[in-house]
């Protein structure tokens, strides 16, 4: 084994560990216990991160372990993500009333449950072939909607069903689509669904669309995009926040990668602007159907759903265009939308305390009655808002401008007359809720700030420096790492 | 092989008319034992015994679970469909018919498999969409994976016996969190009926 299948078992690994200490700790250390299993489970994913990164050059492409700059970016986005949300669940498992499970084994289950989840996260990214990102995926479903539902509540019961149901019927179409393409390839097993094979796989052109479309289609489900994205508002907004975070921030966009794999592998056979073509759809629709929701008065976390909609389609658009700009610009978008969408969901914890009203309706002047909290849900809002000097408004200007490189100036032109109406709904909430009037009397303490106040200090040079290097990204050895892609 | 295929294919078509759930968690498992039954029909090499194995031991852990779901569970009524019994096989033939015109040929061992494939896919999606029973729905996806796992066992050359065992383990567990959302659903509303879910809306 090499340096880095050590690496990558490590990464594996940890989160197991995290796994079976929930069975076997003592009540009064697990919640300690747990977050340093995830200090050292976030710190190795961030080393195979830095090591996939610093080294876009020389990509490892196995039958079962894939280590590319793709995959580097997503590893370090679910590491950091994964780790944010242990930090804070005890926060949420201090103030929980009722749950899925036993009252006494609900703590346990609860990180269990978080680790599963994070666990098969981090392979996705890792997978070396279509098949084994396929079972990750799958079994992401199995773990996260637990979590979905782990308050018990007969509204997240709802959610977690919906989301159980929707994304495993959308992930048997995509099973469909690999079976296609392994029936088009001649069978030959395993082998003939890595990322390192397809792309050199004699398959019929006609087929091959078929499989693409089928992939496509499935994922999109998993990926929340529209026009099957009916489960993503109502996961979201009912989910643990720690959950809602990784579910926004670390799992569409890790689906989304296998989406991106597919692309490249099989844009050989039907054509880069066919394959592409897709995706654009894709992201054009799903902005399309997001911009409405973002202008209507939403309850805090269905709001930040329907940007997680609008920004999965901005990331579909870029991929769809690809070269240096957009790519660069797809880049910097997931890290930058992990950052902001993570602290907005982190925020939901003491945002409800403050104002329980927050969890079916919009709030308003938050920033009035508890400032912090108010500059939290701002800092979150503007940021995914594209408000200057948030690199999600660089890596917004990079994609629309890559696809007038790339041409399909309509495209951009479409993208960006949706953006601007994004931005402005999303303006308005973010006026509303920090300096807005307040509405509803009885505002209460805001439990779990302080960790949320941590957080937005942590966030906030991370989201400028992103902006700097964002300038920096589409010349560097990380774009053209991801131009290259697995072939 | 083709009589086979089109054995599991009639069976599907009776999950989406019958009332019973636990007559359908007959049905899906005796579709379970003729995949076996395919798996070991493509020879006797170690990869084919593995197949039958791991299909048979899928199957009798899911109806095992379903039936203890189902005991666990009773319903003073059966939960009504929305749609007609025969309606139902119609939108199901119909979303096959579909299928199989739209698709190209795949390159399955036979014309047979692909469209029998479609065609539990077809039933799967429909069972999904017009049972309002939480299990039925769970059945929908069981159904799915099934026309799945026949084209698995209808691909030519060698298939990838890891994802095969992979996707059948995924399958249980996709299983056992439904049965976890089922019970308390059915202790939360006194019924197995998603109907009932219907809260969520945007305000």
Redesign the interface.
């Known amino acids: 084994m090499t340096a880095r299948d050590w690496l990558a078992t490590a990464v594996l690994v940890a989160p197991l560990v995290g796994i079976a200490a929930a069975a076997v700790t003592p009540d009064h250390l697990l919640t300690r216990v747990e977050t340093a299993i995830a200090v050292l489970a976030a710190v190795a994913a961030g080393v195979m991160a830095v090591v996939a990164l610093a080294q876009p050059g020389e990509r490892q492409l196995g039958r079962w372990l894939v280590l590319d700059p793709a995959g580097g970016l997503l590893l370090g986005v679910i590491g950091v993500i994964g780790l944010s949300s242990a930090l804070v669940s005890s926060q949420y498992l201090a103030g929980r009333r009722g749950s899925?499970f036993r009252p006494r084994w609900a703590d346990r289950v609860y990180w269990a449950t978080l680790f599963a989840f994070w666990v098969v996260l981090l392979a996705v990214p890792l997978a070396g072939n279509l098949?084994?990102a396929?079972?990750a995926i799958?079994?992401t479903?199995?773990a996260s909607?637990?979590l979905v539902?782990f308050s018990?509540r007969?509204?997240a019961?709802?959610?977690?069903?919906?989301y159980?149901?929707l994304t495993?019927?959308g992930l048997?179409?995509a099973?469909?689509g690999i079976?296609?393409l392994?029936?088009?390839a001649?069978?030959?097993?395993?082998e003939t669904?890595t990322w390192r094979s397809l792309p050199h796989a004699s398959l019929?052109h006609?087929?091959a669309v078929?499989?693409y479309v089928l992939l496509l289609a499935g994922l999109a489900a998993k990926i929340g995009w529209a026009p099957v994205h009916n489960w993503l508002?109502?996961a979201h907004?009912?989910a643990p926040a720690p959950v809602s975070a990784l579910l926004s921030a670390a799992l569409l966009p890790a689906v989304l990668l296998v989406a991106w794999r597919s692309e490249q592998a099989l844009a050989p056979t039907i054509g880069a602007r066919t394959a592409g073509g897709v995706l654009v759809g894709f992201g054009l629709v799903s902005l399309a159907v997001a911009v409405p929701?973002l202008w209507?008065?939403?309850?805090w976390k269905?709001l930040l759903a329907y940007s997680s909609l609008e920004h999965m389609g901005v990331i579909a658009l870029g991929i769809g265009f690809g070269g240096t700009l957009a790519l660069a610009g797809v880049a910097v978008h997931i890290v930058g939308h992990a950052l902001a969408k993570a602290l907005g969901f982190y925020a939901a914890t003491p945002l409800l305390a403050h104002d329980p009203r927050a969890a079916?309706?919009?709030v308003g002047g938050v920033g009035r009655t508890e400032p912090k909290l108010g500059a939290s849900l701002g800092i979150s809002l503007g940021a995914l808002a594209g408000l200057p000097p948030s690199p999600l408004f660089v890596s917004e200007v990079l994609i629309v401008a890559g696809g007038f490189q790339v041409g399909r100036p309509w495209a951009a032109g479409a993208a960006a007359i949706l953006l601007a109406l994004g931005f402005l709904g999303l303006a308005h909430a973010l006026v509303d809720t920090v300096i807005g009037r307040p509405r509803g009397r009885d505002r209460h303490p805001a439990l779990g700030l302080r960790a949320v106040t941590t957080l937005t200090a942590v966030t906030v040079p991370l989201l400028l420096a992103l902006t700097a290097a964002a300038l920096w990204l589409p010349d560097s050895g990380i774009v053209h790492g991801l131009v290259r892609g697995l072939g | 092989m083709n009589a086979v295929a089109w054995a599991i294919v009639a069976l599907g078509i009776g999950v989406v008319v019958v009332r019973r759930r636990s007559i359908a968690v007959g049905i899906v498992t005796a579709q379970a034992v003729l995949l076996a039954v395919a798996a070991l029909g493509k020879g006797t090499s170690l990869d084919s015994i593995v197949a039958a194995a791991a299909l048979t031991l899928r199957g009798v852990v899911l109806a095992t679970l379903l039936l203890l779901l189902v005991r666990r569970t009773r319903e003073t009524r059966p939960v009504r469909a929305g749609v007609a019994p025969l309606a139902r096989a119609a939108a199901a033939v119909a979303l096959a018919l579909a299928l199989i015109w739209l698709m190209p040929p795949i390159g399955l061992d036979s014309q047979a498999a692909e469209r029998a494939t479609l065609t539990l896919v077809a039933i799967g999606l429909v069972t999904a969409a017009t049972r309002r029973a939480t299990l039925f729905q769970v059945l929908g996806i069981v159904l799915v994976e099934n026309g799945l796992a026949l084209a698995a066992l209808s691909l030519p050359g060698t298939s990838s016996l890891a994802i095969e065992i992979g996707v059948a383990v995924d399958l249980l567990l996709i299983a056992l969190v439904a049965g976890v959302f089922h019970e308390r659903i059915f202790a939360e509303f006194g019924a197995g009926d998603s109907a009932v879910l219907r809260s969520l809306r945007d305000s």
């Not at chain 1, 019961?157 to 919906?162: F, N, R």
């Not at chain 1, 001649?186 to 395993?190: D, E, N, Q, V």
């Not at chain 1, 209507?296 to 309850?299: D, E, L």
């Open positions: 899925l098949g084994a396929w079972l799958e079994a479903t199995a909607a637990l539902g018990g007969a509204r019961l709802e959610a977690g069903w919906k159980l149901i495993s019927l048997g179409v099973l469909l079976l296609v392994e029936a088009a001649g069978g030959g097993g395993i669904l019929d006609q087929t078929v499989a508002p109502d907004s009912e929701f209507r008065s939403q309850a269905r079916g309706h919009s």
